[in-house]
């Protein structure tokens, strides 16, 4: 039954169009890089059974855990990689076989929240730490790996959205359901005093839908859902430096190149621009979507965009071209996604939709790429 679901959303998702070819020396050949052939991969989905969807997803700074939450209290965290093998066949040669990610392979953290788990974020400079979110029970929850039972609880008087750490590790930033921004800090609170997680007096003064710090840790980008421009700030000053003109329906979801030198942005209006960080001018568009922007994500070596939407595929685009080369078909839209640390293998989540005649709805965790 499944893989007549499949077929069915498959033949609906019309290929990219094709943007005029880019200038030569921009092209990967001109530039010395092999391409990666992302039509030879297949999607690899793990269904759970829920009424509720998996909302967010993401890979520990090491790369070698992934983790998902949305449909219960509970987070669940895989290590794709002891679900591949290498095989050796007759004819010579070794290939790599997938034995899929199964559910009852995660490890299970539960007890630091009261209801349902919207988002993770994991510590940038420790492969073992995390932190969990969620806006029915208001908290932000940070936990070890390395045990059960949560490290420590943060109760809020507001619902926690979206969560980011600094490049150090040491603050966090987060906005809520009301559209603001709130900070918390890592540290001491006085005199031989354990250092844990404490909340800043900057909280709630600026109005932001998304944030998150720049590769240093000097700035932040903030973004809003009825706002058409991008924000950039210094940190912790918040002065506000650049305030560059976006999208027309609003912008939604940013991502920064791992090498420095472009931000996307995407928004309501289904385009995505990619901005030269050192002019803060719009290098190009790219349009090949059909749906307005969820997520981006860049890959680790910043050659590749990855584009979530509201609709049932994942857009893979060249960076410096903004060519499509690969329209990856998915059970559902995605909220997010997130490209593996040093791998070319992405990762994104959802819920199957309600079709009559059909089983009923499955909460989604999907793979894409190889090297998993």
Same mark, same amino acid.
């Given at each position: 039954? $499944?893989?007549?679901?499949?077929?069915?959303?498959?033949?609906?998702?019309?290929?990219?169009?094709?943007?005029?070819?880019?200038? &030569?020396?921009?092209?990967?050949?001109?530039?010395?890089?092999?391409?990666?052939?992302?039509?030879?991969?297949?999607?690899?989905?793990?269904?759970?059974?829920?009424?509720?969807?998996?909302?967010?997803?993401?890979?520990? @700074?090491?790369?070698?855990?992934?983790?998902?939450?949305?449909?219960?209290?509970?987070?669940?965290?895989?290590?794709?990689?002891?679900?591949?093998?290498?095989?050796?066949?007759?004819?010579?040669?070794?290939?790599?076989?997938?034995?899929?990610?199964?559910?009852?392979?995660?490890?299970?953290?539960?007890?630091?929240?009261?209801?349902?788990?919207?988002?993770?974020?994991?510590?940038?400079?420790?492969?073992? &730490?995390?932190?969990?979110?969620?806006?029915?029970?208001?908290?932000?929850?940070?936990?070890?790996?390395?045990?059960?039972?949560?490290?420590?609880?943060?109760?809020?008087?507001?619902?926690?959205?979206?969560?980011?750490?600094?490049?150090?590790?040491?603050? &966090?930033?987060?906005?809520?359901?009301?559209?603001?921004?709130?900070?918390?800090? #890592?540290?001491?609170?006085?005199?031989?005093?354990?250092?844990?997680?404490?909340?800043?007096?900057?909280?709630?003064?600026?109005?932001?839908?998304?944030?998150?710090?720049?590769?240093?840790?000097?700035?932040?980008?903030?973004?809003?859902?009825?706002?058409?421009?991008?924000?950039?700030?210094?940190?912790?000053?918040?002065?506000?430096?650049? $305030?560059?003109?976006?999208?027309?329906?609003? @912008?939604?979801?940013?991502?920064?190149?791992?090498?420095?030198? #472009?931000?996307?942005?995407?928004?309501?209006?289904?385009?995505?621009?990619?901005?030269?960080?050192?002019?803060?001018?719009?290098?190009?568009?790219?349009?090949?979507?059909?749906?307005?922007?969820?997520?981006?994500?860049?890959?680790?070596?910043?050659? #590749?965009?990855?584009?979530?939407?509201?609709?049932?595929?994942?857009?893979?685009?060249?960076?410096?071209?903004?060519?499509?080369?690969?329209?990856?078909?998915?059970?559902?839209?995605?909220?997010?996604?997130?490209?593996?640390?040093?791998?070319?293998?992405?990762?994104?989540?959802?819920?199957?939709?309600? &079709?009559?005649?059909?089983?009923?709805?499955?909460?989604?965790?999907?793979?894409?790429?190889?090297?998993?």
């Amino acid at each position: 039954m $499944s893989s007549q679901v499949n077929s069915k959303e498959e033949e609906e998702i019309a290929p990219p169009q094709r943007p005029p070819s880019p200038p &030569l020396h921009m092209t990967f050949t001109a530039r010395g890089l092999h391409a990666q052939n992302f039509p030879a991969h297949k999607p690899r989905d793990l269904r759970i059974p829920s009424p509720q969807a998996i909302t967010h997803v993401a890979w520990s @700074c090491d790369g070698k855990r992934l983790a998902g939450v949305g449909i219960d209290k509970i987070t669940r965290i895989w290590t794709p990689e002891t679900s591949v093998c290498t095989c050796f066949i007759s004819s010579g040669f070794n290939f790599m076989s997938n034995r899929q990610m199964e559910a009852r392979a995660a490890t299970h953290f539960s007890g630091g929240h009261a209801d349902d788990v919207d988002y993770i974020s994991w510590n940038p400079t420790h492969p073992e &730490l995390f932190c969990t979110s969620s806006q029915k029970d208001r908290r932000i929850v940070f936990w070890d790996a390395r045990q059960s039972r949560h490290t420590q609880q943060i109760v809020l008087k507001v619902s926690p959205v979206q969560t980011n750490y600094s490049p150090d590790g040491r603050a &966090l930033i987060f906005t809520s359901a009301g559209h603001q921004l709130f900070f918390l800090t #890592y540290g001491k609170d006085g005199d031989g005093a354990k250092e844990q997680w404490h909340q800043s007096d900057k909280d709630g003064s600026i109005v932001a839908s998304t944030a998150m710090f720049n590769h240093v840790g000097d700035g932040i980008i903030l973004t809003h859902h009825s706002e058409h421009s991008v924000r950039v700030m210094d940190y912790p000053s918040l002065t506000l430096r650049e $305030s560059p003109a976006a999208h027309v329906g609003g @912008c939604v979801a940013v991502a920064l190149d791992p090498r420095g030198r #472009y931000l996307a942005s995407g928004g309501y209006d289904s385009i995505v621009n990619m901005f030269d960080l050192s002019e803060w001018i719009c290098a190009r568009t790219i349009s090949t979507c059909e749906n307005a922007i969820n997520a981006l994500s860049f890959s680790y070596d910043g050659e #590749y965009l990855a584009i979530a939407n509201t609709g049932p595929y994942i857009d893979i685009c060249a960076t410096e071209t903004g060519t499509p080369l690969h329209r990856v078909p998915a059970l559902a839209p995605s909220p997010t996604v997130t490209w593996h640390p040093s791998k070319y293998v992405f990762a994104y989540c959802g819920q199957t939709p309600r &079709l009559e005649g059909f089983p009923p709805p499955v909460a989604v965790i999907s793979l894409f790429g190889g090297g998993i």
